[in-house]
């Protein structure tokens, strides 16, 4: 039997602990027992409280398990105190979510229904409200939105309605956010890091390091001479580049692939020395030259003017093709510049050295029309020496304009040597030296005043040409006839001509058409 004093002090101890409890608070409770519809929690009272089994999840449901309650009610009709499981996780959910919303934290979320204007979203048991206009599901199905989990932020809360807003695009971009951040903060010039090739152009290609974007210049990208970037990446290829620079302030990040390679240039001058021979494949054709891969990332030029001693090289794709093998003379090193002079023509003998001995002053030769220019054209000679006729060595006595008025290409033409000058590499040769100098004989044919019938070749700013024999033109000054007269002047019309100059020297007669 309890002494009055214990039953006071007990009275005392119960009294005190209903006080501590009060409807609407949340408090630890211990699984005690577990029936079919109900579980008993033990709360530290007098008597026990019953929470319908449908509140728990099946993870909850273990013998001597602490959870939280809140408190409906201190004592039913039956005398039990009344816990709701439910009630105290939302009452918890919420505070965590407004402690999400004011830190701006990304929470889990599972997509449960399509509602109009958007989706309902259960984000730590409460029942948010996801815009599609901040959903990001474009073009994504149904099927695989509706009950899948994502990542949300909480944009706004109604704490009087209980009411939420979720974004999954600024969800996205956070991360996004959050990725470049830690991806800035381990970036370190030289390292080498793995990248998704986003974008080509013609000057190099952007590579994405992880929600980093870096430019990988052309320049970077290989040893080796490229022409554009496509020739080395593609868009959507994983590659391994090195970090060149950082610019933190820029958001610039400049990238390297070539460097994760030794450069081959390095030790260029002990592999390749000036006069030695080496063979190598053609990769590129300029109008000034052709570029030869000698080794892997090391290339060289051969500059038209090292093609040949003698042919005069108009275009270089008649005499090369990408992939020929050619084998050249090295010229030069330098490694600094990283340049390599080659040559074609110094594997051969020098014909020029004994052009002036193979081919005398007034001799006769033959050879092959390969050009033209306004003012004459190139033969091809023996020992692959070309020469040139000037306009003005084609005929005596008639005036040619072009010099396809008298040769065709790939004529075989004989010639007689004006001149040669082996250290010009020039060869001056002539037609009209074949046959004598008919001008003594002109000079007595048509003496001065001697008036003949001609016919108008071409009317110029400065004279009138006309031709006395099929052979034979002479020029009639503007001053020697007059103005209106000229005017109405055209190829093949008559005219009467006076001799008034005859040059023996400079081949040239000299006519007059005044009152006549």
């Not at 600024?170 to 991806?183: G, L, R, W």
């Not at 450069?263 to 030869?292: C, H, M």
């Not at 040669?420 to 002109?442: C, M, T």
């Not at 031709?467 to 503007?478: M, R």
Request: proline share 3%.
């Amino acid at each position: 039997m309890l002494t009055a004093v214990e039953r006071k002090e007990l009275e005392e101890l119960y009294n005190q602990s209903i006080k501590i409890m009060r409807e609407g608070d949340i408090i630890k409770g211990r699984v005690v027992s577990i029936s079919q519809n109900d579980v008993l929690v033990d709360v530290g009272f007098k008597s026990e409280g019953i929470v319908a089994l449908s509140q728990f999840q099946q993870s909850d449901l273990v013998i001597n398990q602490e959870l939280d309650f809140f408190v409906d009610s201190i004592e039913d009709d039956a005398g039990a105190i009344v816990l709701s499981r439910d009630k105290a996780m939302r009452l918890q959910s919420w505070d965590k979510i407004l402690k999400s919303h004011q830190d701006g934290d990304l929470n889990d979320g599972r997509v449960i229904k399509k509602v109009k204007g958007g989706f309902l979203v259960d984000v730590m048991g409460i029942e948010g409200f996801l815009p599609a206009s901040l959903s990001s599901f474009k073009n994504v199905q149904d099927r695989d939105i509706l009950g899948k989990g994502f990542k949300f932020k909480i944009i706004k809360v109604n704490s009087l309605r209980r009411s939420v807003i979720v974004s999954r695009r600024e969800a996205i971009q956070k991360e996004k956010d959050e990725a470049k951040a830690k991806i800035w903060h381990e970036l370190k010039i030289g390292n080498i890091y793995s990248g998704l090739v986003k974008a080509i152009t013609d000057f190099g290609a952007f590579v994405d390091l992880g929600g980093v974007d870096g430019l990988l210049h052309i320049t970077d990208m290989s040893w080796s001479k490229i022409t554009h970037p496509s020739e080395i990446v593609a868009i959507g290829a994983r590659i391994e580049v090195m970090i060149l620079n950082l610019d933190r302030e820029s958001g610039k990040v400049s990238l390297g692939l070539k460097q994760r390679s030794p450069d081959p240039w390095q030790n260029v001058d002990e592999k390749f020395t000036p006069s030695a021979r080496i063979k190598g494949k053609v990769v590129n054709i300029l109008p000034y030259g052709v570029f030869v891969e000698l080794d892997k990332g090391i290339e060289g030029l051969i500059h038209v003017s090292e093609i040949s001693w003698a042919k005069r090289i108009n275009n270089l794709s008649e005499m090369f093709a990408i992939g020929d093998m050619v084998e050249t003379q090295i010229l030069n090193v330098d490694r600094d510049a990283r340049r390599i002079s080659l040559s074609l023509k110094q594997l051969e003998q020098n014909p020029w050295l004994e052009a002036e001995e193979k081919f005398p002053v007034n001799s006769k030769a033959q050879g092959k029309v390969r050009g033209f220019t306004d003012y004459g054209a190139f033969v091809e000679l023996d020992s692959n020496l070309e020469g040139m006729i000037h306009v003005s060595d084609m005929s005596w006595t008639k005036r040619i304009a072009h010099p396809q008025e008298v040769l065709k290409k790939g004529q075989k033409v004989d010639v007689v040597v004006l001149s040669v000058d082996s250290q010009n590499r020039r060869i001056a040769l002539g037609l009209k030296q074949l046959q004598n100098n008919p001008w003594p004989e002109i000079a007595v044919k048509y003496p001065l005043d001697t008036v003949c019938d001609s016919e108008v070749v071409s009317v110029t700013d400065f004279g009138v040409f006309v031709k006395l024999e099929p052979e034979l033109e002479g020029l009639v000054f503007s001053n020697e006839i007059e103005a209106e007269r000229t005017a109405t002047l055209k190829p093949g019309d008559k005219i009467k001509v006076k001799v008034i100059k005859v040059d023996v020297e400079q081949a040239k007669i000299g006519l007059s058409a005044k009152g006549l």
